[in-house]
């Protein structure tokens, strides 16, 4: 893929993250009083029109209501922003696996869980489980570890947050955190970790091994949960997305950006 290149800095490669959208079968649909769908719409054509990515990657959580055509929602909703940036997904805790590869089955959309530029290695791992709560498999964490290109700077990105970040959510974050650090911590080229889930922009630094590996968590498309309730519930604050420029020397920089308010119709 080509790179883009700063005059003061070294070559980078930009991602755009967007997460939890809890799309309805119908396009008014309110998810906790906003549109969730016009969000969405409103959050791509921001991406599209402010920003250079050479990769969408979305993190999960397409649909509120389960139904086959929120999904067809999300499509549509990427053909109206006429789209055409490389788009790569993973499923939240909301989704079901075989949906999401039968309606995001052509361009842009790309079914592979591995991005590589000249200098990174982007995995997207998936956390889904049974339940709400995030479970990263044995399997997966060790085709996690054989899949890494120790030559490249990691960047690993999942639904489920890894570390707790202090609100309600935390009842369905991931299970097996401590299985999930072990492994992370064995990879020296590992420089971050990005999830959705959580309905926030966080940044959280690893206590286990020795490098403080950051969490980043990317806020929704739909709605940003009020931290101070025991249940979901939206804040106010407008949809959101995460913007992570990967340079070439393993620095990241990324910074979450918002809609001024919310669609309420």
């Not at 030559?151 to 609100?167: A, F, T």
């Not at 992370?184 to 889930?197: E, L, N, P, Y």
Request: aromatic share 10%; net charge negative; proline share 3%.
């Amino acid at each position: 893929m080509p790179l883009t290149t700063h005059p003061a800095l070294p070559a980078e490669f930009t991602i755009a993250q967007i997460s939890d959208c809890h799309l309805f079968s119908k396009k008014d649909g309110l998810h906790y009083g906003a549109n969730v769908y016009q969000n969405l719409v409103s959050v791509l054509q921001t991406i599209k029109t402010q920003f250079q990515v050479q990769v969408i990657v979305f993190t999960g959580d397409i649909t509120q209501d389960h139904s086959e055509v929120s999904y067809q929602r999300f499509v549509q909703a990427v053909s109206e922003c006429k789209i055409t940036t490389p788009f790569y997904y993973l499923a939240g805790n909301h989704d079901e696996h075989e949906l999401l590869d039968k309606h995001l089955s052509v361009a842009p959309f790309n079914k592979n869980k591995i991005i590589s530029d000249d200098y990174w290695q982007i995995t997207l791992l998936n956390s889904k489980s049974e339940t709400p709560k995030g479970f990263v498999a044995a399997s997966e964490l060790l085709a996690l570890e054989n899949n890494i290109d120790n030559s490249k700077y990691q960047l690993i990105m999942m639904h489920h947050h890894p570390l707790d970040v202090g609100y309600f959510i935390d009842r369905h974050g991931l299970e097996n955190q401590r299985q999930f650090w072990q492994t992370i911590d064995k990879q020296h080229t590992v420089k971050a970790i990005a999830c959705g889930h959580v309905h926030q922009a966080m940044t959280i630094y690893s206590k286990s091994g020795t490098k403080g590996i950051p969490l980043y968590t990317c806020p929704a498309t739909s709605i940003q949960f009020d931290k101070n309730k025991d249940s979901g519930s939206s804040n106010g604050q407008g949809g959101g997305f995460r913007i992570f420029s990967l340079y070439a020397n393993g620095q990241i920089a990324t910074n979450s950006h918002f809609l001024a308010e919310n669609i309420n119709e």
